[in-house]
């Protein structure tokens, strides 16, 4: 039997190569690699932490979910499912509350980070994050989840409660490993210093941007009063992030392409950047936009992988509310 692994992207809109590189990429090689049963989910309870519109929100659910088939998830090959469909999701991180002390909570770095980003919206959705987070991934006994360094304090809670309740109720929860996969930090093309954010739409490149678009904002992506085409992350943030971007995409050696570049110009670099990117995300475009045009295809593969993750899901709850004394 296969190890399973679980991972979810929230939908709070347009997905940008930051996102691409950093899981979806990640998330579709998994899969192919036929090594492990995935499951990956639309993260829309999450999502609501943040500032929204109820309007968008269902559009942006639909979107990512085109998002995740157009790079290559296969509903064939992985479970798909939306997170808010699934009651045990919310069941079980409120058990998990009742043995979370909180200092585990104040301490974790994504919450102070976020506070300070959304001061006018400090709420309490915010603080318990890691609770659900780790009640996702405990309620599909996942052996395995993929994550970027900066989710492995998360991570780590999850380990931690999973421990705490196995030995007070009973060996109930498999303690899941990060599954860590070689991604780049992409940072903002107006902003190097900054992580690549949808919230600064000119420094991001956004999966479905259009080629003109692509040109239009790797050519005015900040670089450094040099000429050299050289990757020096100290010296050269901006230059240096799009040869990132270039290496990765294209599955080459950032001094390969270096090389490539030996003696030319940024602006030269740049136009031969756009357009591998342009290339590279033109299947995306074509099939996204197919997808989008056919929304009850997206919620019908939506639903269906919602129905298998909610057998797993409710087999494991009515075990935990058992293992606690709350099951008549």
């Given at each position: 039997?296969?190890?399973?692994?679980?991972?979810?992207?929230?939908?709070?809109?347009?997905?940008?190569?930051?996102?691409?590189?950093?899981?979806?990429?990640?998330?579709?090689?998994?899969?192919?690699?036929?090594?492990?049963e995935c499951y990956?989910?639309?993260?829309?309870?999450?999502?609501?932490?943040?500032?929204?519109?109820?309007?968008?929100?269902?559009?942006?659910?639909?979107?990512?979910?085109?998002?995740?088939?157009?790079?290559?998830?296969?509903?064939?090959?992985?479970?798909?499912?939306?997170?808010s469909t699934i009651?045990?999701?919310?069941?079980?991180?409120?058990?998990?509350?009742?043995?979370?002390?909180?200092?585990?909570?104040?301490?974790?770095?994504?919450?102070?980070d976020k506070s300070?980003?959304?001061?006018?919206?400090?709420?309490?959705?915010?603080?318990?994050?890691?609770?659900?987070?780790?009640?996702?991934?405990?309620?599909?006994?996942?052996?395995?989840?993929?994550?970027?360094?900066?989710?492995?304090?998360?991570?780590?809670?999850?380990?931690?409660?999973?421990?705490?309740?196995?030995?007070?109720?009973?060996?109930?929860?498999?303690?899941?490993?990060?599954?860590?996969?070689?991604?780049?930090?992409?940072?903002?093309?107006?902003?190097?210093?900054?992580?690549?954010?949808?919230?600064?739409?000119?420094?991001?490149?956004?999966?479905?941007?259009?080629?003109?678009?692509?040109?239009?904002?790797?050519?005015?992506?900040?670089?450094?009063?040099?000429?050299?085409?050289?990757?020096?992350?100290?010296?050269?943030?901006?230059?240096?992030?799009?040869?990132?971007?270039?290496?990765?995409?294209?599955?080459?050696?950032?001094?390969?392409?270096?090389?490539?570049?030996?003696?030319?110009?940024?602006?030269?670099?740049?136009?031969?950047?756009?357009?591998?990117?342009?290339?590279?995300?033109?299947?995306?475009?074509?099939?996204?936009?197919?997808?989008?045009?056919?929304?009850?295809?997206?919620?019908?593969?939506?639903?269906?992988?919602?129905?298998?993750?909610?057998?797993?899901?409710?087999?494991?709850?009515?075990?935990?509310?058992?293992?606690?004394?709350?099951?008549?």
């Amino acid at each position: 039997m296969k190890p399973r692994l679980i991972s979810g992207i929230q939908p709070t809109g347009r997905l940008h190569i930051g996102n691409y590189l950093g899981a979806l990429k990640n998330f579709v090689e998994l899969q192919n690699s036929g090594k492990y049963e995935c499951y990956f989910f639309v993260a829309d309870l999450h999502s609501l932490t943040e500032s929204f519109d109820p309007k968008e929100k269902s559009k942006q659910i639909l979107e990512l979910a085109a998002d995740y088939l157009a790079t290559g998830l296969d509903a064939k090959k992985s479970v798909i499912f939306l997170q808010s469909t699934i009651p045990a999701h919310s069941e079980l991180a409120w058990i998990l509350n009742t043995i979370t002390p909180t200092g585990e909570l104040e301490r974790m770095t994504q919450f102070k980070d976020k506070s300070k980003a959304q001061q006018e919206n400090i709420n309490a959705g915010l603080f318990t994050y890691p609770i659900l987070m780790a009640a996702d991934v405990l309620l599909y006994d996942a052996k395995f989840v993929p994550v970027g360094n900066d989710q492995d304090q998360h991570l780590e809670l999850a380990r931690t409660l999973a421990r705490k309740f196995n030995k007070r109720f009973g060996a109930s929860f498999v303690e899941p490993k990060a599954l860590h996969t070689e991604s780049p930090r992409v940072m903002s093309l107006v902003n190097p210093e900054k992580k690549m954010s949808k919230s600064d739409p000119a420094g991001c490149l956004f999966l479905d941007n259009e080629p003109n678009e692509i040109k239009k904002k790797i050519g005015h992506a900040v670089t450094d009063s040099g000429k050299e085409v050289k990757y020096d992350p100290e010296k050269k943030t901006g230059i240096s992030n799009l040869l990132q971007i270039y290496a990765n995409i294209e599955h080459r050696a950032v001094k390969h392409i270096e090389q490539q570049f030996s003696g030319k110009t940024y602006s030269e670099f740049k136009s031969s950047l756009a357009e591998v990117v342009s290339k590279h995300f033109e299947p995306f475009r074509t099939k996204k936009k197919a997808l989008l045009a056919k929304p009850q295809t997206l919620m019908a593969t939506l639903k269906s992988g919602s129905i298998k993750a909610a057998k797993n899901a409710h087999r494991k709850i009515s075990e935990i509310k058992k293992r606690v004394g709350i099951a008549l």
